[in-house]
């Protein structure tokens, strides 16, 4: 199965400041014409996953540009550009490469 | 607007067996791949089966690979998760989730989710 992990477990961020969680998958979940099988989710206390990003880097629909993903091979960013109090959730990276679709354990983001 | 909704959830003993059935509406159904996805309490997100918008081929987590079966009626617009041998680990928010595309993708819609608990 391939494996994501994420670092950090949690970060505590100022109102207004950059928030970067990182993604890293085991095997690479990317293709030789750089299609990079990554999404990214957040998750509210009490809701379900909201799709923010996939193809590691396209913004869903609805999704505010302080939202942007990057990476390829292995290694994957989320970035919140300027931390909003609504942003406050646990954030999810996930392959869907292959199955298992697999999850990174998850990123707990806390206004500072 | 998109709407899934599941049910069937509730408290059994375990090795006993539960349904959850997920109902679609709001889009092309039959266009559609489908997943299940859980969370046990305070814990991270667990991808547990798919199904193919046809409903030919089907996917599984080790964790529930010989215990759990997905379905689906394309003509009822439903999912279903047939939940044999249940144990207390599956004990978990089950949410039904759209996947964007016919065989392979990200999950662009997420149910609600339902409760299953096992407990003796």
């Known amino acids: 199965d391939i494996v994501m992990t994420q670092s950090p477990a949690s970060l505590a961020v100022s109102p207004g400041e950059r928030a970067t969680i990182n993604c890293t998958s085991g095997?690479?979940?990317?293709?030789?014409?750089?299609?990079?099988?990554v999404a990214w989710y957040q998750q509210k206390p009490g809701q379900p996953p909201k799709l923010l990003i996939y193809?590691?880097?396209m913004r869903e629909s609805g999704v505010p540009a302080r939202f942007s993903g990057s990476g390829s091979g292995p290694h994957f960013t989320l970035t919140i550009s300027s931390l909003q109090a609504e942003d406050v959730a646990v954030y999810y990276c996930?392959?869907?490469?292959?199955?298992?679709?697999?999850f990174g354990p998850g990123t707990t983001v806390e206004i500072k | 607007e998109v709407q899934l909704l599941e049910t069937g959830g509730g408290l059994v003993q375990p090795g006993g067996s539960l349904r959850l059935s997920c109902a679609a509406s709001?889009?092309?159904?039959?266009?559609?791949?489908m997943s299940w996805v859980r969370q046990a309490p305070g814990k991270g997100l667990e991808w547990v089966s798919g199904?193919?918008?046809?409903?030919?081929?089907?996917f599984y987590a080790d964790s529930v690979k010989g215990r759990f079966t997905i379905s689906r009626d394309n003509s009822r617009n439903t999912i279903y998760l047939q939940m044999n041998r249940l144990g207390v680990e599956d004990t978990a928010i089950y949410y039904c989730?759209?996947?964007?595309?016919?065989?392979?993708?990200?999950?662009?819609?997420w149910g609600r989710g339902i409760l299953v608990t096992v407990s003796s």
């Open positions: 989730a759209k996947e964007a595309g016919a065989t392979n993708g990200w999950h662009d819609y």
């Open positions: 709001g889009f092309n159904f039959e266009a559609n791949a």
């Open positions: 199904i193919t918008n046809t409903g030919e081929t089907t």
């Open positions: 095997p690479s979940v990317s293709t030789s014409n750089i299609k990079n099988y």
């Open positions: 193809w590691a880097s």
């Open positions: 996930q392959q869907y490469y292959t199955t298992p679709r697999t």
